[in-house]
Structure formats: structure tokens, C-alpha cells
């Protein structure tokens, strides 16, 4: 369980560091161009900027998630069991939330607690998938977090749209796919 949440936050981190705008990722090299044989937006077709907050894919499993209702002091109680590494990814992602205006900070609370209100075999489907996210290779890994974001800035109905949309569904592999409408539904689900 410990070793899925610290997974869960080490995704978070490189999912809010690729997307969240004001720092990037060092690239050591180009990502690799995703397969061919998937169809790629054309240059210069807009797309939908991302609101503030949507920049983060989530895990509402995350152990931080569950310290977003606390106050300062017993989020440091909490924080001071954890293992150093542990402890530096909880407080950068409750600097993150913090820094969210309120009415996105209450979207994100309204999302961890459908989350918790999951069964528990839904719940263990999430935690697999985020494992098996893990998994993708770092240019795909972006690929899908982006996506999730993009899912994330939409309406119950716009979402649902785009999950049916062959153009969208092209970009990605059937795993990515299921990955895409797990996680889709777990993080964003109707609200």
C-alpha cells in the first residue's frame, strides 16, 4: 500500500512538473515521436487551454489528498511520520494545492471524496491503473497525463464527447485508452 502511494506521488510530481507550466522538466533528448501509425493533431490546431488546476493529473489516492482539509498543524503531524522523500513530495503537492484559487481547491475536495466513496474494487482498479501509467514510457506517460487534463477542464457531457471521438482515441494504444477512461471517470466522474 505504502509502496502505491509513494508510486502515486512520484506520478504526481512528474505529471505536475511536465504540465505545470511555470517550471519544465529538464530533457536530456527529445521524447521519442509517438508510433505513426496513430493519427497526431495537425500544427496550428488549437486546443483548449488548460484552467488553472486542471494542469495536475491527480491520484486521489495520494496520501497529500487526504491532507487538504486539515489545518497547517495537523498536516504537519501527519507529514512528520512519513519517510524525508515522502515527506518532500507531500508538502510540494500541498504547496500546489494551496496555491489554487478556493473554488479549485473545492472542486479538487469534491473529487478525492467521490473517490472515497468508491468500492473498494474500483478503488483498486484506479491504484492498478495509476501502477500501470507508471509503467508507459515517459513521452506516452505525458501523452495520457495531458489528455486526463484536457478531460479534466470539460463538462460531464464535452468529456463524454471526447472519449467517443475516433480522432482523439487514434493518439492512443487500447491500454492507454483504458487507462485514459479509468482514471477519466475515477478523478472526474460526474461532480
Known amino acids: 500500500m505504502n509502496r502505491v502511494l509513494q508510486i502515486g506521488g512520484i506520478l504526481l510530481l512528474a505529471v ?3 504540465l505545470g507550466g511555470k517550471q519544465k522538466a529538464p ?4 521524447p521519442p515521436p509517438p508510433p505513426k501509425t496513430k ?7 488549437p486546443q483548449a487551454p488548460l484552467q488553472k488546476g486542471a494542469q495536475r493529473v491527480m491520484n486521489p489516492g ?14 504537519e503531524r501527519v507529514i512528520e511520520r512519513l ?19 478556493k473554488e479549485t481547491q473545492a472542486l479538487q475536495i469534491r473529487r478525492i471524496e467521490r473517490f472515497e466513496q468508491l468500492p473498494q474494487q474500483k478503488k ?3 491504484k492498478q ?4 501509467l507508471n509503467q508507459l514510457l515517459p513521452a506516452r506517460k505525458l501523452a495520457v497525463g495531458r489528455a486526463l487534463a484536457r478531460l479534466q477542464s470539460m463538462t460531464d457531457q464535452e468529456r463524454e464527447v471526447m472519449l467517443r471521438r475516433q480522432a482523439f482515441l487514434n493518439q ?17 466522474g460526474p461532480l
Open 172 to 188: 492512443f494504444t487500447l491500454q492507454e485508452i483504458k487507462l485514459i477512461m479509468v482514471l477519466a471517470d475515477a478523478w472526474m
Open 129 to 132: 491503473s495509476v501502477a500501470e
Open 27 to 30: 530533457q536530456d533528448s527529445p
Open 16 to 18: 505536475g512538473a511536465a
Open 62 to 75: 495520494n496520501i497529500a489528498t487526504r491532507l487538504y482539509r486539515m489545518t497547517p498543524e495537523e498536516r
Open 39 to 45: 493519427a497526431q493533431p495537425k500544427a496550428g490546431t
Open 83 to 101: 519517510p524525508p522523500q515522502q515527506q518532500v513530495n507531500v508538502r510540494n503537492n500541498l504547496a500546489w494545492f494551496d496555491s489554487l484559487p
Open 124 to 126: 483498486e482498479e484506479v
